[in-house]
């Protein structure tokens, strides 16, 4: 009985009563679902949207299958980093099927590719365990057979996001009676617009700011600071990696090759934790070698670079801004490791994308 209640908790929606509009400066935002609980169980919560946003963001979304729980606070914030990441990706790969796992708010996998399945498999491969309990971000369409993975209990996936679905597709995820379902309001490679403003709120308080969005998308935004030159796939490898670090919780270390995200480490309070930990991570699935390293800030020591090295990473795309700059690029030198920056060619700043969500 006792571990029945314990369960129970999770699925509980939680009555709220918080009001049917907002204005929070000259933004009004308009009550759109009643969600499960927020953070913790046991407490209200809701999903607002911006009046007069429009194309694949938050505001459309349509909700096809609501699961024997329904939408958390959680769902719908991982549901948006998700669809940040997937639109930004397809911004720059026009051409690429795109599939991202969101956990917590952070990616756990992502993958570019040619065939449905494949990149689902490749991007649930990046991290498996990880993965497991996560929303589900495509760029593309959802298949039947893609379907059939994605109902698989010991996957347990929480949420799956498309543009679209096979008639077929959606009777295969029915089957999985808590599986939450949902439609993007638009295809992702429609422009989205908003105020741009992001919103944090504080105990008597409120920070604002104008949302980052990264300029490294091309090899013209890059530059490089090694003896050493980087070779065409690092240079693919540098800005997909760098992509996905902007939308992963800093201190942000991210390791991969240019199709796949192969370990990630984040949230730490030092880089060089966060390296440890993506390193660590790939060795569940791809592992480290000939990946290349993508650092959301600058090193403050040449401890990361070493540490690179002995993995078998072979490039780092990351900003300088360190009093010690000279001495990483040495270290880097003596490594044979390329050292890619985040601005371009003939500039003095460097692009940070730190993310504290």
Known sequence: MLEKERRDQYKTKIKEEFP??????????????SLRYGENPGYPAAFYQEEGASGPNMAHIEILQEGKKGLSYINVADMDIGQRLTYKLTEIYKDKLICVLI?????SGVALGSDQVETFEKAWK?????????????????????????????????????????PEALEVLATRKILRVVKMGESLDKPAHDSGIEFKRLVGGLLV????????????????????????????????NWNVAVYTRSNAVIIGTKDKVHGIGSGQRSRIDAAKNAIQ??????????????SDAFMPFPDVVELAAKNGI????????????????????????AMIITRKPGEMASERCFLHR
């Not at 956990?103 to 990616?107: A, I, R």
């Not at 498996?128 to 589900?136: A, C, E, P, T, Y």
């Not at 490294?216 to 540098?238: F, G």
């Not at 991570?281 to 993508?294: H, K, T």
């Open 314 to 337: 072979t490039a780092i795309i990351y900003p300088l801004g360190s009093i010690k700059d000279q001495e990483v690029i040495h270290k880097a030198n003596e490594f044979n490791l």
């Open 103 to 107: 956990k917590h708010e952070m990616p």
């Open 209 to 240: 700011q104008k949302r980052f969005d990264s300029k490294i998308v091309s090899p013209e935004n890059l530059d490089v600071v090694s003896e050493r030159k980087p070779t065409q796939d690092e240079i693919e490898a540098a800005i997909f």
């Open 281 to 294: 991570f790939s060795r569940r699935g791809y592992g480290p070698e000939g990946c290349v390293m993508a």
């Open 126 to 166: 990046c991290d498996s365990l990880s993965n497991f309990g996560s929303v589900i971000v495509f760029n593309y369409e959802i298949t039947r057979e893609l379907s059939t993975l994605l109902v698989e209990s010991l996957r347990n996936v929480e949420v799956v996001y498309s543009p679209g679905y096979a």
């Open 20 to 33: 049917e509009s907002l204005t929070i400066g000259t933004q009004k935002f308009k009550k759109r679902i």
